[in-house]
């Protein structure tokens, strides 16, 4: 009884505003709301952005894992701390970190723009790096831990057979590790999904071009508080679908 009064006073802090929101969305505005060609661009470009986002993370996330992973590497508790800094760091200080690097005068953007005149910021190219930034983390922690768990003597087993190196990760290691690569995917394209801070210092706010659904929402709550909630209804509908999809690889594996 002790711990079920505190516990019950953290689900009622969690769950009352989600309550609260699909309350007091104003259901009798949502076909002409939702079906507004600003929200679905916004929708869209979220979808498309996240996808395409995801896609990277898990093309360098992988092998940054499987890195991070390998038993008695020097270094690695650094690497790892490097790697989580984006999960405690502000969004807006990592669009800001963005810009310093990627940015018409940054470190990257400098000379990528004298080159080609091309420069990141404010174009969809921005929001799917802000994406990867704040979405990167859960893939590599989600893989890492997956390789952490998996049994290694399948692959001493295959390498004692004569199997190359490249082999044993591709038909031994990864499927293996499917199930953790699939989590921290799905956990990844949630994350980039509703990113917001990073974006907006980023890639700003341009309708149909850098104005995802966050940012819908956080325009719409300025001028039109009703369209605000029926927003953030459909971003939690999404992230409750997320979470459904998750929910037996995430009981199994946290």
Excluded: C, H, K
């Excluded at 969809?124 to 990167?136: G, S």
């Amino acid at each position: 009884m002790l711990l079920a009064a505190p516990a019950a006073v953290a689900v009622l802090f969690l769950v009352l505003p989600l309550v609260g929101l699909v309350m007091r969305a104003p259901w009798e505005d949502a076909e002409a709301v939702l079906r507004s060609e600003a929200a679905l661009q916004a929708l869209q470009l979220s979808v498309i952005t996240a996808t395409a986002s995801t896609t990277i993370v898990v093309l360098i996330g992988v092998p940054l894992a499987w890195v991070l992973a390998l038993p008695g590497l020097r270094g690695a508790s650094v690497l790892r701390a490097v790697i989580t800094i984006p999960l405690v760091l502000p969004p807006v200080v990592g669009g800001v970190a963005l810009f310093t690097v990627l940015g018409r005068s940054g470190l990257l953007g400098r000379p990528l723009y004298q080159l080609t005149g091309f420069a990141f910021p404010f174009t969809p190219y921005a929001v799917i790096l802000a994406q990867i930034f704040v979405a990167l983390p859960f893939l590599v922690l989600s893989v890492e831990g997956a390789l952490r768990a998996a049994d290694r003597r399948y692959e001493e087993a295959a390498s004692t057979l004569g199997a190359r190196p490249v082999t044993v990760f591709r038909r031994i290691t990864l499927p293996l590790i499917a199930p953790g690569i699939a989590a921290g995917a799905v956990l990844a394209w949630a994350r980039a999904l509703g990113e917001f801070g990073a974006t907006i210092t980023f890639a700003g706010n341009f309708p149909g071009t850098t104005r995802t659904m966050p940012l819908e929402v956080y325009l719409a709550l300025e001028t039109d508080p009703g369209s605000a909630l029926l927003l953030s209804v459909l971003l939690l509908g999404v992230s409750v679908a997320v979470l459904v999809l998750l929910r037996q690889r995430w009981v199994s594996q946290w």
